[in-house]
């Protein structure tokens, strides 16, 4: 196996990680509206965007592609939640809802870094088959994913590295399964990819959203960070004896991280776990 990320020209390879959960029926977009963090209603036919599921505090409990083919197919792509826990969770909820929650264990998930064929922006587009297209793209470069029933991609652990190292670099939180929920949307500075919304109707975890944002009482955001080797989930981050924050989320190759810290911080050097720390840029463009 190489320890290479693929070049743009090869293969599509897997995504083992990503899981898919389907709401299907007729009230299926109302439900994902009434649930969701993101505002559902505006999306359009056949297009896709980031959203969220909070718990009552306001803590991001799954972050995910929502992908609404119309009023009565909604996909929930998990990069890494797992699908069987949510949907069993959001079955919870259906009371009388015309809408079965399902979790779909036949498509496989795979990405290249190379351009989609037909998706483009928040458009979905299509593939060969029943393959669903994301354009997955931002300053980056050229990214695309796809969903489907064919069988699977070859597993690359190094494109996979790959793939979540370029997900962090854009402000992608790659939360792990099964974590606690910790964080609000606005300390993972999620309106950087328009993944919630303050103004739509009530949700779980709304009126704590909605009263950050109107009162401005967010006081950490999330920071790009890289070091020399590989950092820890959960560490502190410290500037000299103070504490100003919490790496969130780590990838491997190159070592960086996404870390919620205090918004007023000063510009003295960071460290966590005795390793020296850099703030890099976050870049732009995968918002949806």
């Avoid at 826990?85 to 909820?93: I, N, S, V």
Wanted: hydrophobic content about 45%; some cysteine; charged content about 20%.
């Amino acid at each position: 196996m190489s320890d290479k990320p693929t070049s743009p020209a090869e293969a599509f390879r897997a995504l083992p990680g990503h899981g898919v959960v389907t709401l299907a029926g007729p009230d299926a977009a109302r439900f994902a509206q009434a649930q969701f963090m993101g505002d559902v209603d505006p999306l359009g036919d056949g297009h896709w965007q980031w959203n969220g599921w909070l718990t009552p505090k306001g803590r991001v409990l799954a972050l995910f592609a929502l992908l609404r083919f119309d009023a009565a197919q909604v996909w929930l792509l998990l990069p890494d939640a797992d699908a069987g826990t949510l949907a069993a969770d959001l079955r919870r909820l259906l009371f009388r809802s015309k809408l079965q929650v399902g979790v779909a264990d036949t498509l496989h998930v795979s990405g290249a870094f190379d351009h989609a064929t037909t998706a483009h922006g928040a458009r979905l587009g299509s593939g060969t088959g029943d393959v669903v297209e994301l354009d997955m793209r931002g300053e980056g470069g050229a990214r695309c994913l796809r969903i489907g029933a064919s069988g699977a991609s070859p597993v690359d652990p190094a494109f996979e590295r790959a793939w979540a190292a370029t997900d962090l670099a854009h402000g992608l939180p790659r939360l792990a399964p099964g974590a606690a929920p910790r964080w609000t949307p606005q300390q993972l500075s999620l309106e950087r990819l328009r993944a919630y919304s303050v103004r739509k109707g009530c949700y779980p975890g709304q009126e704590i959203v909605a009263r950050t944002h109107f009162l401005g009482t967010a006081k950490r955001g999330l920071v790009r960070l890289t070091g020399s080797k590989a950092l820890d989930v959960g560490a502190q981050v410290s500037q000299g004896d103070h504490d100003v924050g919490e790496i969130a989320c780590v990838s491997t190759d190159p070592p960086q991280a996404l870390a919620v810290l205090q918004s007023e911080r000063g510009d003295a050097p960071l460290h966590a776990g005795g390793v020296a720390l850099t703030v890099a840029p976050l870049l732009d463009g995968l918002a949806r």
